[in-house]
């Protein structure tokens, strides 16, 4: 199977929607035009790579020892970083406001701590509570009987 296979496949899912794929049904990202993404969130996998497509969105695969999760983001981070964090990051967000209340707090005394300190647990129990779905939609048997 080849990658433009899985993108076409992907590319008709849902955003952020992981299709799983085993290691060898397709070749290396990087022998397809893939390059490596340094800035992930940390799941457990042992890379990251990405295809920017002509219209900005981005194919994302994270490579685990055995398998691969692809799927697509909105917006590729090293195209437009605010486009990706506000619709394919948007916890970071939340992250950096309770960041820079705390910040904003310890300037500003005492009595503005507490404040900040309430706004950060606030914005902690959002945090922790926001959990995207992961979804893997399908497998890459179904896939090779098709094609």
Do not use: N
Request: overall charge positive; cysteine-free; glycine content about 6%.
């Amino acid at each position: 199977m080849e990658w433009d296979s899985v993108i076409r496949v992907v590319l008709s899912m849902p955003p952020h929607r992981d299709l799983a794929l085993a290691k060898l049904s397709v070749p290396r990202p990087q022998a397809s035009g893939f390059r490596r993404r340094w800035l992930a969130e940390p799941r457990g996998q042992r890379a990251d790579w990405e295809r920017v497509m002509p219209d900005g969105r981005s194919i994302h695969v994270r490579e685990y020892r055995d398998f691969y999760l692809v799927h697509w983001d909105v917006a590729s981070p090293s195209r437009s970083a605010v486009k990706h964090l506000v619709y394919d990051a948007p916890h970071w967000l939340v992250i950096a406001a309770a960041a820079g209340l705390t910040a904003l707090g310890a300037l500003m005394g005492p009595g503005a701590k507490v404040s900040a300190l309430g706004s950060l647990m606030a914005f902690g129990r959002v945090l922790l509570s926001y959990r995207r779905p992961q979804a893997v939609e399908a497998l890459v048997t179904p896939l090779m009987t098709t094609g």
